[in-house]
């Protein structure tokens, strides 16, 4: 947007006015036409710059008794397109109304072809620049700014940044800061958050290397530990942070983010007059003085109609940057190729990989059914085998008893005399037997007597003896038995 000659004495003729009336304060403007309620509207999350501006305004506005009341408001998105467009649509006319914006939505305006754009609106005063710098986790390896600069050098992909919206004056930097190093802006690799207050979150989450932006929004992090920062674009108003500005690394940086107050469309010279008066007391307050301190902004107080002529040669340079960083550029495609071919090469690498492992998978899968079938194979045999090994031992054991019986007949014994050589075979004592029987040791000893007699054996020993070769023969004749099927399953 440009302004023709009419519009522009116009608007001049309309500062002008509203400028008188503001040095006729106390005696000019009509009772009604003191803001006793002012709200401040964000365009943006909580926690960034145009946030911290608002609640300072509020602190000095209300400290200084200038309104009874500060209200904010946050409207966020696009760079502050959303609460711009929401601004000039809903807000027209109404004086207690303040919208902080800047460079950003300058920036963003032009990047998304927005139809509405700052000048839109009533640019009231510029308030301040912020000071920017860049800072990484704690936990980088970029121990200087120097580290960081001859690693973009060497390979400016490798390093993804982060900063303010698409466009704004961050990024901006950030081309402007490249070109001083020789590279080529089309190699950077930034993100865009919609706040600055988002920006040293990513940081810290590990998805970014080094961040852009402004330092007041880095501050917070910075005092806990969790950042450190590596260059500022001034270093005169930083105090505790022994770090280099932007000049002293040989690095020319001509933008500067700054931010203003703008009124509503359609306030008349009466309401403007209010406004500009607030913000003008504001501003030579030692309240705010303390305020720019604290946050390291610097000041950058602009009213009236020099402001809007600002704002307008801000759109134009904007413009030009913008369409300076999107020129095509010969090596571009260069690295797109790499690019394309290395990613492309991983690709292929990682097909075949994973064909191999697909291989490996099933090979490992037939293995594993042929040895379970193997397995499988060798314990039903075992347990054939067991069972008729228990068979045969089990006809093996009742042909010895039958054979003890036979033995028992041969020798003529009576029923109490074959109970007790049965028992004596089983090698209980003398005293056992005789427990187990109700009757004396005695009794049990002269009969083992007879049995010993009867079988022409000397004693216990002879007797254990007499049957064990028949068990060991017994053992044998299983063990053939088994033989033919051990040979079988084997085989």
Known sequence: MTFTSPYRRKVIFRWVLASLLALCWAHALPADSVVEELTILVPAEPGGGWDLTARAMASALQREQLVDSVTIEYSPGAGGLIGLAQFISSREGQGNVLLVGGLFTVGASIQNHSAVSLLDAVPLARLTFDNAAIAVPTASS???????????????ESIAWVGGSIAGVDQINLHEIARSLGITSTRLHYMGLPGGGEVGDALLEGRYQAGISGFSEFEPLLNRGQLRVLAVLTNEDIHRVDVPSFDDLGIKVERLNWRGVFAAPGTNETQV???????????????????????????????????????????????????????????????????????????????????????????????????????????????????????TLEKALANIHTHIEEEFDHWNLTVAEKDIALLLLKGLRLKDIADSRGTSERTVRLQAQAIYKKAGLQGRFELAAYFIEDVMQSMELADSATEPSSITSTV
Do not use: C
Request: charged share 30%.
């Open 142 to 156: 970029f121990r200087r700014a120097d580290d960081l600069f001859e690693a973009m050098i060497s390979a400016p």
């Open 273 to 391: 007059a209010a406004l500009l008066y607030l913000v003008d007391k504001m501003t030579h307050s030692r309240l705010w003085r303390q305020l720019l301190d604290e946050h390291h902004w610097l000041d950058a107080y602009l009213p009236g109609p020099e402001f809007v002529g600002f704002v307008e040669s801000e759109q134009v340079r904007a413009a030009d940057e913008i369409k300076l960083m999107a020129e095509a550029d010969p090596e571009r495609e260069k690295i797109i190729r790499r690019v394309m071919l290395r990613r492309y090469t991983w690709v292929l690498a990682l097909a075949a990989l994973s064909m191999l492992l697909f291989i490996a998978v099933l090979y490992q899968r037939r293995w594993a059914r042929k040895r379970e079938a193997g397995l499988q194979h060798v314990y039903e045999t075992a347990t054939g085998k067991a069972i008729l090994h228990a068979e």
